[in-house]
Structures are given as structure tokens and as C-alpha cells.
């Protein structure tokens, strides 16, 4: 199973980026999808989250500005993040809970991370 992110960049504060990001490989069940950051010196947080059914889960930090969003035919989730701020600065990782053929149990797997990086 690979994911594999794209979409970061650099941007001025105020700007927008979508991030995106899609599961390949031998997945039998796909469940909840997230993306994630990690800025220097500081440890790995959720953004946002979403469930099969679409219930959706923000930090605090990003609600009104972020929206998260699925593609359950390409097994793909989508970051789209305007009004950005210097502090949204950091690398983003996109994470999924998935059960691959022949395996029991959800698992977390994780793509290779984007720097996203805002400039005041």
C-alpha cells in the first residue's frame, strides 16, 4: 500500500493551497482518512479528519479556513486550505486506516509528507 501526497508548496499569507492525496495497493476496506502536521520543534498534530460516512474533524486552529474532503471511488482525500497563515507552516502528512486483502484489522499507513510553507 503507498500513499502518495502532492499539492504543497510556498505561498503569502492570505493565499491557498489543496493538498491531495491517494491510496493505491491491495486495499480491502478503506476507513478514515486524515491529514496531519508537524512544524519544526513541535510535534505531529491532526488537521483534519474524515470517516467513510463524511463526518469530518477539525483543530481548532483551522476551522473556517480548511475544508477536507473524499473520493471513495480513488481512495483519495483532498486538503483544500485558504486564508493561510505563517503559522500553518510546517510539513503535512496524509494518514489512512485501511485493511488490506488477507489482513484482520485496520492499520494506519502514511504518505511521504508536503512542505507547506506561508510567508508573512
Known amino acids: 500500500v503507498q500513499l502518495q501526497a502532492s499539492g504543497g508548496g510556498l505561498v503569502q499569507a492570505g493565499g491557498s493551497l489543496r493538498l491531495s492525496c491517494a491510496a493505491s495497493?491491495?486495499?480491502?476496506?478503506?476507513?478514515?482518512m486524515g491529514w496531519y502536521r508537524q512544524a519544526p520543534g513541535k510535534q505531529r498534530e491532526l488537521v483534519a479528519s474524515?470517516?467513510?460516512?463524511?463526518?469530518?474533524v477539525y483543530v481548532d486552529s483551522v476551522k473556517g479556513r480548511f475544508t477536507i474532503s473524499r473520493d471513495g471511488a480513488k481512495n483519495a482525500v483532498s486538503l483544500q486550505m485558504n486564508s493561510l497563515k505563517p503559522e500553518d507552516t510546517a510539513v503535512y502528512y496524509c494518514?489512512?486506516?485501511?485493511?488490506?486483502?488477507?489482513?484482520?484489522?485496520?492499520?494506519?499507513?502514511w504518505g511521504q509528507g508536503t512542505q507547506v510553507t506561508v510567508s508573512s
Open positions: 474524515i470517516e467513510r460516512g463524511g463526518r469530518t
Open positions: 495497493g491491495r486495499i480491502f476496506s478503506l476507513n478514515d
Open positions: 494518514k489512512a486506516s485501511l485493511i488490506i486483502y488477507g489482513g484482520f484489522r485496520y492499520d494506519d499507513y
